[in-house]
Antibody, heavy 116, light 110 residues
Framework: EVQLLESGGGLVQPGGSLRLSCVGSGFNFSDYAMSWVRQSPVKGLEWLSV????????YYADSVKGRFTISRDNSKKTLYLQMNSLTAEDAAVYYC?????????WGQGTLVTVSS | QSALTQPASVSGSPGQSIIISCTGT?????????VSWYQQHPGKAPKLLIY???DRPPGVSNRFSGSKSGNTASLTISGLQTDDEADYYC??????????FGGGTKLTVL
C-alpha cells in the first residue's frame, strides 16, 4: 500500500523555524518528484515547492521563496521542508504529495500553528 | 500567481450531471495541458480525479470527466451520487514553473 506520512508540525512562535518530514512507503520513492502543498481556511490549497527525483531541480512558490527549503534523502525515503521566518500566514495543514504537475498520492497532513 | 477562479458552490440531485468551471489565464490553463482536479471530503486529504485535462487515474470512476476550452477548464460529474458531496479543486501548471490551485467548489447533492 502506498503511504506518505508527514511529521514535524506543531506550535511555533512568529519568526521561528520548523522542519517537516514526509516518509514514503509502498512505492519506489526515488523515482518520483515530490511536492509540498499546504491548506488553510483563508488561502485554500497552495502549492509550495517541488524537488526532482534526484534533487537536481527545485522550484518554489513566490510566497515561500527564500524562507523555505525543500530537500530529500532517497536512502531514507524521506522528503523534508525547512521553514524559517514563519508568520501567522504560514499556519496551515501541510501535505506532501508525489509528482509535480499533478499530485496523485497525498499524505494525511501535519498541522502547523504560528502563534505567540 | 493569482488563484484560479471556481464557483463557490454548485448543487445537484442524485442521478443528475453537474459541471464545475475553473478559469485562469493564458499563463496557466490556456498555455498548458496540465490541468488537474481533486476531490476532498471533510477531514481528508485531496484525492486526484483528473490529470492532464482529461485523464483519469486508475480506480477513478468514469462518471468524472474533464475538458478545457481556452483559459477555462471544466469538471463534469455525471450520475451524481450522495458520496460525491465534497469540495472540488482545480489546479494548473503555470509559466513560471509553479502550480496554482482554484479556490474550491463545494458540491451539495440534494
Amino acid at each position: 500500500e502506498v503511504q506518505l506520512l508527514e511529521s514535524g508540525g506543531g506550535l511555533v512562535q512568529p519568526g521561528g523555524s520548523l522542519r517537516l518530514s514526509c516518509v514514503g512507503s509502498g512505492f519506489n520513492f526515488s523515482d518520483y518528484a515530490m511536492s509540498w502543498v499546504r491548506q488553510s481556511p483563508v488561502k485554500g490549497l497552495e502549492w509550495l515547492s517541488v524537488i526532482s527525483d534526484s534533487s537536481d531541480k527545485t522550484y518554489y512558490a513566490d510566497s515561500v521563496k527564500g524562507r523555505f527549503t525543500i530537500s530529500r534523502d532517497n536512502s531514507k525515503k524521506t522528503l523534508y521542508l525547512q521553514m524559517n521566518s514563519l508568520t501567522a500566514e504560514d499556519a496551515a495543514v501541510y501535505y506532501c504529495a508525489t509528482n509535480y504537475r499533478y499530485f496523485d498520492r497525498w499524505g494525511q497532513g501535519t498541522l502547523v500553528t504560528v502563534s505567540s | 500567481q493569482s488563484a484560479l477562479t471556481q464557483p463557490a458552490s454548485v448543487s445537484g440531485s442524485p442521478g443528475q450531471s453537474i459541471i464545475i468551471s475553473c478559469t485562469g489565464t493564458s499563463s496557466d490553463i490556456g498555455g498548458y495541458n496540465f490541468v488537474s482536479w481533486y476531490q476532498q471530503h471533510p477531514g481528508k486529504a485531496p484525492k486526484l480525479l483528473i490529470y492532464g485535462v482529461n485523464d483519469r487515474p486508475p480506480g477513478v470512476s468514469n462518471r468524472f470527466s474533464g475538458s478545457k476550452s481556452g483559459n477555462t477548464a471544466s469538471l463534469t460529474i455525471s450520475g451524481l451520487q450522495t458520496d460525491d458531496e465534497a469540495d472540488y479543486y482545480c489546479s494548473s501548471y503555470t509559466n513560471n514553473n509553479a502550480i496554482v490551485f482554484g479556490g474550491g467548489t463545494k458540491l451539495t447533492v440534494l
